[in-house]
Each structure stands twice: as structure tokens, then as C-alpha cells.
């Protein structure tokens, strides 16, 4: 499980909206200097990042949290986001190479295709996702 502290700033029936702190695990590494991790962190700590997440600890408005994420959540949407569109892609073109023959312009839009397609697809797959309490973020404890 992934974990992460954050302040509760509202909650809607069985959901609590969380603030995030945006620590992350990186803060303590030793080569946060040369990492490009680190340098991400410290623009996106700048914005406020809000979750929303089970609230099955009952923390109210104002608590501190940790929240956390099932790894093979994290997971699954990391491969609907990024390897599904780069499968569709690939595809795209192939096929359009298949039908087409070499010419750059019909592998192209085959690829943009694919691509586009993937994009769709995965989304759809995350709205299902994101009603699925095994695929949700969760309120483990007051901090």
C-alpha cells in the first residue's frame, strides 16, 4: 500500500476530501539534487493537490491523515494511461502499413488512430475504475 499524509479539508457522506502535503518518499533521498523527481515535486508542492478518498477512518474537516492507494491500483492505471495508448499506436500503424503499404502519411494517421483509440479506451476503463472501492484511495488512520 502506497501512503501518503494529508489534512482533511471537507467530507461528503462516505468520502472525505483530502488535501494532499505533497512530502513524498523522495524528500530524504540522497540524490534528490540531481534528480529530476525532486525538481517536479517542488513545482507541483506549489499548487494544491486534492483527493478524494474513503473515509472508513471517520476523520472530519481539519484532521490529519494517512491516505493510501493499493499498489496494483497505482499499477493498473499506470498501464490504462500510458501502455494502452502506446499499444494503440503501434497497432494503428501496423495495420495502416498492412492496408496502406509504407507511405508515411497512412501509417501516420493509422498510428494517430491507434493512439486516439487507446486514449478512449483506457478512459473509459478509469470511470469504471474509479467507482470500484478496490481501485479508491482510503482515509487508514488519523495521523
Not at 501496423?94 to 507511405?103: C, D, E, R, T
Request: proline fraction near 4%; charge should be positive.
Amino acid at each position: 500500500m502506497i501512503e501518503e499524509r494529508g489534512r482533511v479539508v471537507a467530507v461528503e457522506g462516505r468520502y472525505a476530501w483530502i488535501e494532499a502535503s505533497g512530502g513524498g518518499a523522495c524528500g530524504t533521498c540522497a540524490a534528490r539534487g540531481g534528480c529530476g523527481t525532486a525538481s517536479l515535486q517542488a513545482w507541483l508542492a506549489r499548487r494544491r493537490r486534492r483527493v478524494r478518498a474513503l473515509n472508513r477512518a471517520g476523520a472530519r474537516p481539519g484532521d490529519e491523515v494517512v491516505v493510501g492507494l493499493a499498489e496494483g491500483a497505482l499499477v493498473r492505471g499506470s498501464v490504462l494511461v500510458y501502455l494502452v495508448p502506446l499499444a494503440g499506436l503501434l497497432a494503428g500503424g501496423f495495420a495502416a502499413a498492412l492496408l496502406a503499404g509504407p507511405a508515411d502519411g497512412p501509417v501516420a494517421a493509422g498510428a494517430l488512430a491507434g493512439a486516439g483509440a487507446g486514449l478512449l479506451w483506457g478512459r473509459a476503463r478509469l470511470r469504471r475504475a474509479a467507482a470500484d472501492p478496490r481501485f479508491q484511495p482510503v482515509v487508514l488512520r488519523r495521523a
